[in-house]
């Protein structure tokens, strides 16, 4: 089970002082967020992919690269790859290069995207998002699994004889997650590559993920990748803790009011009581966290948003640090009962690993059928 933090990385003004924080220095703080996520035992750090204010991450390999050079053991993903308007080649060489300059230690997330005006600056139309989705995954994963693709499609021009470069490292491209909040057809797209699925539950109640998630498991053993219970899962998530409940409240009640995403809706008990955000103990928050497994089955990879709607720095590391303190009782809780068959997330040596002991079975029935 992987446990980390994720960022959208937003610019947003802090609503208890009315300061915004300059891009440089959220693109520095974000740096000191994922050095921290390594610090205190988590396994992954994600980011986001915008082309519009109030964000700033757009190019999600670079500051990825650069987290990189400054971490020795963290999981470095996306929290969103714009599969829909990004070039499939331009992904295809960026996330290798990435992947040899991390030594492996890189996965990506492909998401379509919901902001209606980055579709035509990129030369394309929102309405067209899930053909898009299904024909550049497509294109993406035959550019790291073939040498040499010829490719014409929809929405691009056509490829001949086309090798992308660098190729993955040791022959094994970065595995990838596709993410959703509401398409049915992005499951059963990752489940059809034996890809992993993270719903984002973050803004909306448990049951609409619960749908989500059953199908794309039932997809995925559909598909012959392995039993439902063994599909490769992700979830969000979000939390403010203080020691006392009641301190947490009081101190991220302003920010919640205020953020772009949620403010100004539905009051933070309503909230919190119908989403997975939880704003409150230690205790509280594990208890809940712990809930999720009831909710969704054993599963793979645990992202929580931390840095969003205006907390300061100082205020994120703290609630970092709260993290690492319960981060063992969290491992615990999701191992216990936990079925053997039920795989951890792929990393780039389990997968070299699973490629070798493919090559070695295939080498050893070529030899049998020789003999």
């Known amino acids: 089970m992987q446990f ?3 960022s959208v990385s937003d610019i947003t003004t802090d609503p208890t002082t009315g300061r915004t924080p300059t891009e440089n220095e959220r693109i520095k703080a974000i740096v000191e967020i994922a050095k921290k996520a390594e610090d ?4 992954v750090f994600a980011i986001g992919e915008h082309h519009n204010e109030p964000f700033f991450s757009s190019s999600p390999t670079t500051t990825l690269a650069y987290i990189a050079a400054q971490t020795e053991r963290l999981q470095l993903s996306t929290a969103t790859t714009l599969i829909t308007t990004n070039d499939p080649v331009k992904i295809a060489e960026d996330f290798a290069m990435l992947q040899h300059l991390a030594d492996g230690r890189v996965d990506l997330m492909l998401g ?3 902001t209606g005006p980055v579709y035509p600056w990129f030369g394309q139309d929102i309405r067209q998002g899930i053909p898009l989705a299904i024909e550049n995954y497509h294109l993406l994963h035959r550019l790291w699994t073939e040498d040499v693709v010829d490719w014409e499609g929809q929405f691009r021009t056509p490829l001949t004889s086309f090798t992308s470069t660098p ?4 022959g094994v491209a970065p595995f990838v997650w596709h993410g959703s909040i509401r398409s049915p057809e992005i499951a059963e ?3 059809y590559y034996g890809d992993g699925f993270f719903a984002n539950n973050i803004f909306w109640p448990k049951e609409h993920f619960q749908r989500l998630i059953a199908f794309y498991r039932e997809r995925y053993e559909h598909y012959g990748h392995g039993k439902a219970h063994q599909a490769i899962v992700g979830l969000g998530g979000q939390f403010f803790i203080r020691p006392r409940s009641q301190d947490a409240v009081r101190e991220f009640r302003p920010y919640f009011d205020n953020a772009p995403v949620y403010g ?3 009051s933070l008990e309503d909230f919190t009581s119908q989403t997975p955000l939880t704003v409150g103990s230690p205790a509280e928050f594990v208890d809940k966290t712990l809930s999720f497994r009831e909710s969704f089955g054993d599963y793979q990879r645990q992202l929580f948003l931390v840095d969003h709607a205006g907390l300061p720095l100082k205020v994120v590391l703290e609630q970092l640090d709260l993290l690492g303190e319960v981060l063992p009782e969290l491992r615990e809780g999701f191992a216990q009962g936990r079925p053997a068959d039920v795989p951890d997330a792929p990393t780039h040596g389990s ?7 493919s090559e070695k079975i295939s080498e050893s029935e070529k030899i049998e059928v020789r003999s």
């Open 112 to 114: 379509r995207g919901n």
């Open 189 to 191: 797209q990752a489940a």
């Open 167 to 170: 190729r993955p490292l040791d």
């Open 264 to 266: 100004h809706g539905p």
């Open 351 to 357: 997968l070299v690993a699973a490629r070798r002991e």
């Open 4 to 6: 980390g933090i994720f």
């Open 40 to 43: 205190i035992g988590l396994d």
